[in-house]
């Protein structure tokens, strides 16, 4: 039996899900959705940052943007959440949404902009998750391809960033990416524009506190959405195709060389 038209939004309502046609939804491969935590659609100016924070990472719910010069400047333009390098201080654009989470589902659109460089190194734009103090994992775009990384969670060092994969597709200026970024337990699985990349590392099952956007040059986001994320039973099957096309291309990353043994005395 097929629901009345106007029942439908209220049955979506209880179940927790997003009201969204089947194309919106990239098909997942690690995980499953759950519950909508996030919707952001950029049609009205969002409210400012309200200065409270423990730094970039966490301490804040909602948006933190446009809170130093250092973090370039955001704003909503045309339903799409645009962020700009400070030339002057040549540090990316940045923009955080707070909330609480460990496994999730992260959905959105990305594209870089085709601007003046004003001396900026490369435009690139990222998805990127924090922990109470850091950065934990993101997906890396810019103009030669993606990759996906375990982030450097502590700045000063030990910790140093560990790749995980990376793929050399040219990815346009100009034109918007889908980006499908799946986090359950210790491994992360990204798609972009159809194409798939996995890694795993411990960090990655830190509690969550935000998701950033990070803009080199120019860049904007939209349709962002977050579910909760449960396992896939169809994983196993996946990963094991996602990790041959992975060896396949020379996506996955390069063990670092062992130290050379020293000469006997």
């Known amino acids: 039996m097929q629901l009345p038209r106007l029942l439908l939004p209220l049955l979506c309502l209880a179940l927790g899900t997003t009201i969204a046609s089947a194309e919106d939804l990239l098909p997942t491969l690690m995980t499953t959705r759950g519950k909508l935590l996030v919707q952001q659609d950029f049609e009205k100016p969002l409210p400012p940052f309200d200065g409270k924070s423990n730094g970039f990472a966490s301490g804040f719910k909602a948006w933190r943007y446009n809170s130093a010069a250092r973090g370039g400047h955001w704003d909503v333009v045309d339903g799409t959440f645009v962020g700009k390098e400070n030339p002057a201080v040549q540090h990316p654009a940045t923009a955080s949404y707070g909330f609480d989470f460990k496994d999730v589902v992260i959905q959105c659109e990305v594209q870089m902009h085709d601007v003046p460089m004003d001396g900026r190194p490369k435009r690139y734009v990222l998805v990127r998750t924090t922990d109470t103090k850091d950065y934990v994992c993101s997906v890396g775009i810019d103009e030669k391809g ?42 992360m699985t990204v798609t972009v524009d159809g194409k798939t990349m996995t890694g795993q590392h411990p960090l990655i099952t830190s509690a969550k506190c935000s998701v950033m956007f990070v803009a080199g040059v120019e860049s904007a986001a939209r349709n962002f959405k977050v579910w909760e994320a449960t396992p896939n039973a169809d994983w196993a099957k996946n990963k094991a195709t996602i990790l041959a096309s992975m060896k396949a291309s020379g996506a996955l990353p390069v063990a670092p060389a062992a130290p050379a043994a020293k000469p006997k005395s």
């Not at 993606?146 to 050399?168: E, S, W, Y």
């Open 146 to 187: 993606f990759n996906i990384r375990k982030d450097d969670n502590d700045h000063g060092g030990p910790d140093k960033t560990v790749p995980l994969g990376q793929t050399l597709t040219p990815m346009a200026l100009g034109k918007w990416h889908t980006v499908l970024f799946e986090i359950l337990g210790d491994e």
